[in-house]
């Protein structure tokens, strides 16, 4: 079936099979290698993705359901997102492969709720698995990225 999707803005159309999970598509039909994955099961986090702004687990997401809909992968936050800055700021990997679901996860915290407390972060955070458990350090760098991001706003 053809699908046609925004991803990190831009306007993209292919074709695939419907049942074929958005993590796949990304991956292996659009070029788009940040999301990684863990379980298959939607019990991991690390393939996380924006699906319309939400955080959504695109190893469970069929392709299908996403036509017409706006799509954020780690590439699409440009390296300048107060999140990222705040990883490098506070060196949070440690091997690094849950962190881009950290990330995406964390951006779209932010995005609802732009001042957290450590406990909202927590929530908010839940559910995104790190075997290395660099958990104190993602929790510090939330709150530094929204620091950053506030800091940012009163810039402009
Ligand atoms: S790979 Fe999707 S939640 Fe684990
Ligand atoms: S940094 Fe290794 S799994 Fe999270």
Redesign the pocket.
């Known amino acids: 079936m053809k699908i046609e999707c925004q991803i990190n803005g831009e306007a993209r159309s292919f074709e695939a099979d419907p049942e074929m999970?958005l993590?796949w598509a990304l991956r292996d039909l659009l070029g788009l290698p940040g999301?990684?994955?863990?379980?298959?099961?939607?019990?991991?986090?690390?393939?996380?993705v924006h699906l319309d702004g939400a955080p959504v687990?695109?190893?469970?997401v069929p392709v299908a359901t996403v036509a017409g809909k706006r799509i954020t992968t780690i590439e699409g936050l440009g390296g300048e997102h107060p999140v990222q800055q705040a990883w490098i700021e506070l060196q949070v990997p440690q091997c690094g492969y849950c962190q881009c679901?950290q990330v995406m996860q964390a951006a779209a915290l932010l995005a609802r709720n732009p001042s957290p407390s450590r406990e909202q972060v927590r929530e908010g955070m839940t559910?995104v698995?790190c075997r290395c458990g660099t958990y104190p350090r993602i929790e510090a760098a939330v709150l530094r990225a929204a620091e950053l991001s506030r800091a940012k706003e009163s810039q402009s």
Do not use: N
């Open positions: 999970p993590l999301a990684k994955y863990g379980c298959g099961i939607s019990a991991c986090g690390t393939c996380t687990r695109s190893c469970v679901g559910g698995l």
